[in-house]
């Protein structure tokens, strides 16, 4: 199952400058949904359970973790740098990720972590990334609370990457994911249940998950009105 034009999309040709702007005043309220029945006002944060409410338990211990949104400033217009894990990984193997990962003892906040855990998977140089803001928290159905820190990369770089972890890395233009066309929502069964996820399909690449639904929150940011669309 699938559905298309799941984003109301403002104008497209953003800048850099666009972008900062949008995080500078800071993220919209992420789409937050409540446990049922009027009794609680409790809320949610943004998850995998968005589109399945019985993933999320308010109880569980989570792991913290953060990754980086790399926005590529290229003079002909801005991409995204995805990786793609190895298919030998015990999390999330071979599918589209953010660089990131756990917060360690050493690390100095999430974009400490998100810094460190890009320059060992990709190698991207940290001189290269100004941070500008964080999107929405988003916890996943494997147990992590991710803080996604985006950050304006600017060329040159070389990238290195880790081939235990990452087995590519690829820009993606981020026009594709403000047009409408290009968010989907899917479906499969998942230990006898129905599940639903969104998906952004780019050529071959198939990005979906915790991925997709950050950058389904990064749309809603670039696109929500008093955006000057």
């Not at 800048?15 to 900062?20: C, E, G, H, V």
């Not at 071979?94 to 890009?118: K, M, N, V």
């Not at 990238?159 to 026009?175: C, I, N, Q, R």
Request: hydrophobic share 40%; charged share 25%.
């Amino acid at each position: 199952m699938e559905q298309r034009n799941l984003l109301s999309l403002g104008r497209h040709g953003l800048t850099a400058q666009d972008i900062l702007d949008r995080l500078a005043h800071g993220a919209p309220p992420g789409r937050r949904r409540a446990p049922q029945g009027p009794e609680t006002e409790a809320v949610w944060p943004r998850g995998d359970h968005d589109l399945n409410p019985d993933f999320y338990d308010p109880d569980r211990t989570l792991v913290a973790a953060a990754v980086l949104v790399p926005i590529v400033v290229h003079e002909t217009g801005l991409t995204v740098l995805f990786t793609r894990r190895t298919q030998h990984l015990d999390v999330h193997a071979g599918q589209i990720s953010f660089p990131g990962g756990r917060l360690e003892p050493g690390d100095d906040g999430p974009e400490a972590a998100a810094l460190r855990e890009t320059e060992e998977e990709v190698g991207l140089p940290r001189r290269c990334v100004r941070l500008i803001g964080t999107l929405d928290t988003y916890v996943t159905r494997t147990g992590f609370e991710v803080t996604p820190v985006v950050g304006l990369v600017t060329p040159p770089f070389v990238l290195t990457l880790d081939s235990f972890e990452v087995a590519e890395a690829f820009e993606a233009p981020l026009e594709f994911f403000l047009a409408s066309e290009s968010l989907q929502r899917h479906s499969r069964v998942y230990e006898g249940k129905e599940r639903h996820f969104y998906v952004f399909p780019y050529n071959d690449y198939f990005i979906w998950g915790a991925t997709a639904g950050m950058m389904v929150n990064l749309m809603e940011i670039l696109t929500a009105d008093g955006s000057g669309t």
